[in-house]
């Protein structure tokens, strides 16, 4: 079960539309490393993990992806809700109108749709605890790179403190490592 | 959004964070009891502060987390993505 709260979990403001910077954030959305790539990577690989420590950090940090689904949405929905078709066309925005107008599509910075191939799922949990660490740099890296290319300052925002959560998931996924070697070693001894 | 009702949410997303936070942290660490003691703490602050915001503005969270007036103030707009900071 899951429940709604009718909140971002981080305040999101946009100085104006601009296409061009939605096309590009977008990839956090549907993108390879983005967010439900995330949630959905962390909530299918918890019903195998074998401690409940690894259980509940699944959880939750799969279920923090989703409010950050949210945020990233809410970041494209605002910098492309009041763009004029000119502008559009003119930030190379105009394939996207083309097939979704101004909608929400799971799709990368390029275009490319989701695919379940972005996530695994070893049943080994060391395996998926190791993934799930470099999943979270590589978000990391891309929000980086989203930094870089960024011109809306209040966008930049949203975006570092985004960046900031891939750190501490990275953490808290390197702790979960430790915590499941420690029970992989006391299951051979006994 | 009016500014009274923006920094009473703004103040419920601080403690909703710090919550979130403590329990990640928690997660790894289930026998830290001053996080867990930071964790109740913020816990009942919350519980008080999103009382007050639903009491005034409507649920917060639905499926029964949250009381309502008539008509149904659930589906009142702002949503989310539509509000401004």
């Known amino acids: 079960m899951w429940l709604y709260e009718k909140k971002l979990q981080y305040p999101v403001r946009v100085s104006g539309p601009n296409p061009w910077l939605a096309k590009n954030i977008i990839t956090q959305y549907g993108g390879p490393d983005g967010e439900l790539s995330a949630s959905l990577r962390y909530l299918t690989q918890r019903y195998t993990m074998p401690i409940p420590e690894a259980k509940g950090t699944l959880t939750d940090i799969g279920t923090e992806e989703l ?17 004029p078709l000119e502008q559009i066309k003119a930030h190379g925005m105009d394939g996207y109108y083309a097939d979704h107008d101004r909608a929400l599509y799971f799709v990368d910075a390029t275009g490319n749709p989701w695919t379940a191939t972005y996530i695994q799922s070893k049943g080994d949990p060391i395996t998926d605890l190791y993934e799930n660490m470099a999943a979270e740099e590589k978000a990391r890296s891309t929000y980086e790179w989203l930094i870089n290319l960024s011109d809306d300052p209040l966008v930049t925002e949203a975006l570092r403190f985004l960046r900031m ?13 430790r915590l499941v070697q420690e029970w992989a070693d006391r299951k051979k001894i006994y | 959004m009016r500014r009274d009702r923006r920094e009473l949410l703004l103040r419920i997303m601080a403690l909703d964070f710090t919550a979130l936070e403590l329990n990640l942290y928690l997660d790894t660490h289930p026998r830290d009891a001053r996080a867990l003691e930071d964790y109740n703490k913020v816990t009942q602050e919350l519980f008080t502060l999103r009382q007050e915001y639903q009491e005034r503005y409507g ?9 309502s007036k008539y008509p149904w103030q659930w589906i009142e707009e702002p949503w989310p993505w539509e509000m401004t900071f």
């Open chain 2, 59 to 67: 649920p917060l969270i639905h499926f029964g987390h949250g009381f």
């Open chain 1, 67 to 83: 409010a950050h689904m949210e945020i990233v949405a809410a970041l494209v929905y605002n910098l492309i809700k009041d763009a």
């Open chain 1, 165 to 177: 959560r891939e750190i501490v998931h990275f953490q808290r996924f390197g702790e979960t490592l």
